[in-house]
């Protein structure tokens, strides 16, 4: 079998998407290893689950950094870069990254996004879809790009909205799709990187500290 590619996972707050993923990552098919879990929140509840399953964790905290994001996303760079990362998945990850970040991990950055793209980019995605009285909700996993929520779609989930549904009855629902949706997605991406990547290609070089 290929060897898996080093997944890092990014989070800020309860990691529910996250511990699908590991959840996945145990089979030993599975495309991806975890090899770091990172969070911009100390207190993430995420943080634990994951060291709970033995996965390596790290806080980043943001707030020291001020309007600093480059700054901050060197130090989430370096971490990452010294864990051997290949892969990110950001999941629930709610600091917006700079073009600088994304660059740096062009075509290894996937996020999960709680609505059908291109539809409701941003936030407050299940009100906008109840507002416009949209018969369908859903999730999607895609490539990050500059743009915020812009990058190429891997794969979507949908659930019918009733018209009884709260926004937060419609987020639950979702939920339990970006749970099936985000393992599924990342493999996807997983193998497209292995698809394309040179036979004998080192890993990228360690980082120097920031
Ligand atoms: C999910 O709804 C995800 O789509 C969005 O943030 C939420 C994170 O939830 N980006 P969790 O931390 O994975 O439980």
New binding site residues.
């Given amino acids: 079998m290929t060897q898996p590619l080093n997944l890092g996972i990014m ?9 699908s993923i590991l959840a996945a990552a145990e089979s030993p098919e599975y495309p991806a290893k975890p090899v770091l879990v990172l969070s911009n929140r100390t207190d993430s509840l ?1 943080l634990l689950k994951a060291r709970e399953r033995g996965i390596a964790t790290m806080a980043i905290d943001h707030k020291p950094f001020g309007k600093d994001r480059e700054a901050f996303e060197r130090h989430l760079d370096a971490a990452l870069r010294d864990a051997g990362v290949d892969i990110i998945a ?5 600091r917006i990254l700079t073009p600088w970040f994304v660059d740096r991990w062009a075509g290894r950055l996937v ?4 609505s059908l793209l291109p539809k409701y980019k941003g936030l407050h995605t299940h009100q906008r879809a109840i507002d416009a009285g949209d018969q369908q909700g859903g ?1 999607s996993v895609h490539w990050v790009s500059a743009e915020v929520d812009a990058g190429s779609v891997i794969q979507k989930a949908r659930v019918p909205i009733a018209p009884e549904d709260t926004a937060e009855q419609l ?1 639950a629902k ?2 339990v799709k ?1 749970h099936a949706l985000y393992p599924v997605a990342l493999a996807k991406a997983c193998q497209q990187i292995l698809k394309n990547k040179p036979k004998n290609k080192k890993r990228p070089a360690k980082s120097g500290r920031p």
């Fill in positions: 989070i800020s707050g309860r990691g529910s998407n996250m511990e995420g950001l999941a629930g990850f709610m996020n999960i996004h709680p999730c987020a979702v939920l970006e």
